[in-house]
């Protein structure tokens, strides 16, 4: 029996702080006529909230005809059935009029959503639990149904019953519609006083034949909306850009309203609330472009409503005066920068060129030391070779003046070609052949253009030379240089392999060594976008490596 009254007393608390929750100021009742002036008339008394109020205007059609013609509806429920409209998610609250502690438990009711589901049990009106209050002043105490609410589309229905007889005799039915905002009209700068006479208006928004006539005359029919007697597309004049879109819609806050403003599909305004407490938009100061403007009410954000219009440039702001202002301003900013950077790079062009010149005199002067050295070894060579063998000697001296002729031939030119460099190198390798009886391969990758590809010339003569006198020349004819030219992306890697007894620390310092190391240190300063990096890798009874990579070497052609 406690427990029982524990759960009584519980329940009266619950239904005591949900009804303390209505802010009754916040609400609309919508009731049936008879129920005002009988107070015992047994009705369903429903509230809203107001705010629903201001979208009626943007209704299509009427949810009371459509019961009214369902007779699955219709067949068991009074004529007299009370309908309002809800768009927001806030619940509609449910009061019994007519019902007191004697007739109570005549009664009973249910709660529907009307979507096609299975209908709820009937449940018994107690006044002992608590639920006897008196919403509006003045009026008899009424039975509390509690709050309710739909997803969009669907229908809240609550109906109350005779218990003895299972007849209905109320009937409220709130419709939870998807609405979206109308656009009435659009008015500019010239029109204010039109527009105020709209935001007095009193007969509802009905399009007026002044409104028709009034886009009749800046666009034929086939561009107007046959529904609104809008234009598709706004076309506006630059001076045009201050306009007033007007919506069917008795706003009363600017909370209940929200627009976003694109230009040329970026967005100009995100989404916000609207900046009056009515139901138009003013738009201020448009700059020229293609806009869309949406707007929707903020009970609903999912269903938002859009429009198109242009705002025309002036002369002064089209593309065309504007590309002509930047190509004028290009050309005399250009010259002026070009004119600057002339003076500049002249300065910077005579400085560089006495610099260059004094370096290529520096390696001029190297090279002109390699070829003594070179001339030297050469006629020493010439000179061993008469003590041991005559007629090898005189080939010698043959495939030396040769090999003379193309050596002062490329030596004058900073660069040559790789096929000349290729015959140099192997005419002075088949020249030291005769002495000596190596093996000799020169390797060129074959992605490697060599009649348009240069590098320094005689380069590689020195090193070769190098590895032939201090690395294979007391091998005879088991000594062998291998020499790779490979590409590596815009890079050319030199190699220049032996099986020798590998460099000592004074050959490798020698005279031909370290001329090249000079030369290769000139060139870099000359041309240090492109620079040229030499390693030499030896290891005692294991020949010697030399490499040389040419950097960024094929930018240059």
């Given amino acids: 029996m406690r427990k029982n009254i524990l759960t009584v007393m519980l329940l009266f608390v619950w239904i005591s702080i949900s009804f303390a929750q209505i802010d009754w100021k916040n609400y609309s009742q919508i009731f049936p006529d008879s129920t005002y002036s009988n107070p015992k008339a047994v009705a369903i008394l429903t509230l809203i909230n107001h705010e629903n109020d201001s979208f009626d205007d943007n209704i299509a059609g009427s949810i009371s005809s459509y019961l009214s013609r369902d007779t699955s509806f219709t067949k068991v429920r009074p004529k007299g059935f009370v309908t309002a409209y809800a768009f927001d998610t806030l619940k509609a609250q449910f009061f019994l009029h007519g019902i007191n502690a004697i007739n109570a438990s005549a009664y009973q009711y249910r709660r529907t959503i009307y979507n096609g589901l299975k209908q709820p049990e009937w449940q018994n009106i107690d006044p002992k639990t608590g639920n006897l209050f008196t919403p509006i002043p003045g009026w008899p105490a009424m039975y509390y149904l509690g709050g309710y609410k739909a997803s969009l589309g669907d229908l809240v229905v609550i109906d109350v019953r005779e218990k003895s007889t299972g007849r209905i005799v109320s009937t409220a039915v709130v419709y939870y519609q998807a609405v979206k905002p109308q656009l009435f009209d659009i008015f500019m700068p010239d029109e204010l006083n039109d527009f105020l006479t709209l935001l007095h208006h009193t007969d509802g928004y009905h399009v007026s034949l002044a409104q028709v006539n009034k886009w009749k005359d800046r666009y034929s029919v086939k561009s107007l909306d046959p529904y609104t007697m809008l234009p598709f597309k706004l076309k506006l004049r630059h001076d045009q850009n201050n306009l007033i879109f007007f919506l ?228 005879g004819s088991k000594g062998s240089i291998l020499i790779n030219l490979d590409l590596l992306d815009k890079d050319i890697l030199i190699t220049i392999t032996d099986n020798g007894k590998g460099f000592s620390q004074e050959t490798e310092t020698g005279f031909g060594i370290q001329l090249t190391k000079d030369r290769i240190a000139m060139i870099n300063k000359i041309q240090p976008e492109s620079p040229i990096v030499m390693d030499i890798e030896s290891q005692t009874g294991n020949g010697s490596i030399v490499r040389i990579t040419l950097k960024n070497w094929l930018y240059e052609y």
């Avoid at 627009?259 to 139901?279: H, I, M, P, R, S």
């Avoid at 006495?354 to 390699?370: D, P, T, W």
């Fill in 248 to 475: 069917k819609a008795d706003i009363k806050s600017r909370n209940l309203l929200e627009y976003e403003l694109l230009c040329n599909g970026q967005t100009v305004k995100g989404w916000q609330a609207n900046d009056f407490d009515n139901g138009f938009i003013w738009l201020k100061n448009l700059q020229p472009g293609a806009y869309t403007l949406k707007y929707r009410f903020s009970v609903q954000k999912q269903n938002d409503s859009a429009y198109s219009f242009i705002i025309m440039p002036a002369w002064y702001q089209t593309t065309l005066f504007k590309f002509c202002i930047v190509i004028l301003t290009l050309i005399l900013t250009g010259l002026i920068i070009w004119i600057i950077r002339l003076l500049g790079q002249r300065k910077k062009s005579e400085k560089e060129l006495l610099r260059r010149e004094v370096f290529r005199a520096e390696l001029q002067s190297i090279r002109a030391q390699l070829n003594p050295h070179f001339v030297f070894n050469a006629l020493n060579s010439i000179q061993n070779l008469y003590d041991e063998n005559k007629s090898k000697a005189d080939k010698y001296l043959v495939e030396f003046a040769q090999l003379l002729r193309n050596t002062l031939t490329w030596s004058k030119k900073e660069k040559t070609p790789i096929v000349e460099e290729k015959k140099i190198l192997e005419t002075y390798l088949n020249l030291e052949q005769l002495r000596f009886e190596f093996k000799y391969t020169i390797q060129i990758d074959r992605l490697i253009n060599i009649y348009e590809t240069e590098i320094p010339s005689l380069l590689l003569q020195p090193l070769v030379e190098n590895a032939i006198k201090h690395g294979i020349a007391h091998l």
